[in-house]
């Protein structure tokens, strides 16, 4: 009796253990970094959004790295602004960046990245983020538009949209009704336009969110 009273015993410290085990692991995934993807129509509190997680994770003493688009001629090189205009620094993604390589040389050990204007990201771009997130576990959150004026993907939020680990919608209201906007309709000099480059830089024209029907019938005078 006293041998299987033992045995039990043993039995239960090896479930003891195993539940544990299986806790830290659990606990261990729960902390693995991730890719986010947070997409909106024009308007939708982007880089507010940006500008604030940054600052609650350097309310903790945590670093972060503020990245955007070089192809982002509206703001100032090297700056994000929102349209409140609250501004910070931001590292420009230009075409030949290397992401991976820019993040192991300003700090490889940083709380979280911040992308803004992911949209105009190339595919080896969105590649490298995931590289960061699955290589060095540090959480990347990229933040843009789903989709042109012309309704189409841009190739950003295209690779994104595929590799992201979380993707959440950033909601924002129709310019002309108050309905839910999901487009982006484009302007020139006060008419719609729906041809034209994709990105179209120092122009004249403007962009607001929209609903399906607005899109479509929006009501110009």
């Known amino acids: 009796m006293r041998v299987l009273a033992n045995f039990l015993i043993i039995i239960d410290f090896q479930n003891f253990f195993c539940i544990m085990e299986e806790k830290l692991l659990r606990k261990k995934v729960d902390i693995l970094a991730q890719l986010f993807y ?7 509190g982007k880089t507010i959004e940006i500008i604030k ?6 309310e903790q003493n945590k670093s972060v790295i503020i990245m ?8 100032k ?3 994000i602004e929102s349209r409140i205009g609250l501004e910070r620094k931001a590292e420009p993604i230009r ?4 992401v991976f390589d820019l993040v192991q040389e300003l700090n490889p050990h940083a709380s979280c990245i911040l992308i803004d204007e992911a949209q105009f ?13 699955d290589e060095l576990n540090v959480p990347v959150m990229a933040f843009g538009l789903k989709n042109d004026f012309q309704n189409n993907l841009f190739e950003g939020s295209k690779y994104l949209l595929l590799y992201a680990d979380k993707i959440e919608e950033m909601k924002t ?3 002309f009704c108050g309905k839910k906007a999901i487009m982006n309709l484009r302007f020139h000099n006060g008419e719609p336009v729906y041809e034209g480059e994709q990105i179209q830089m120092g122009g ?3 962009y607001y969110p929209v609903c399906r029907k607005h899109y479509y019938n929006p009501p110009i005078k």
């Open 95 to 98: 075409e030949d960046t290397n």
């Open 53 to 58: 997680v940054a600052h609650n994770y350097e």
């Open 121 to 133: 990201l190339k595919k080896k771009h969105v590649m490298e983020l995931a590289r960061i997130v």
């Open 68 to 75: 955007t688009s070089a192809l982002d001629t509206r703001e």
């Open 77 to 79: 090189q090297g700056m």
């Open 204 to 206: 004249n024209e403007s």
């Open 38 to 44: 947070r997409y909106g129509a024009m308007n939708s």
């Open 173 to 175: 209201i129709c310019w």
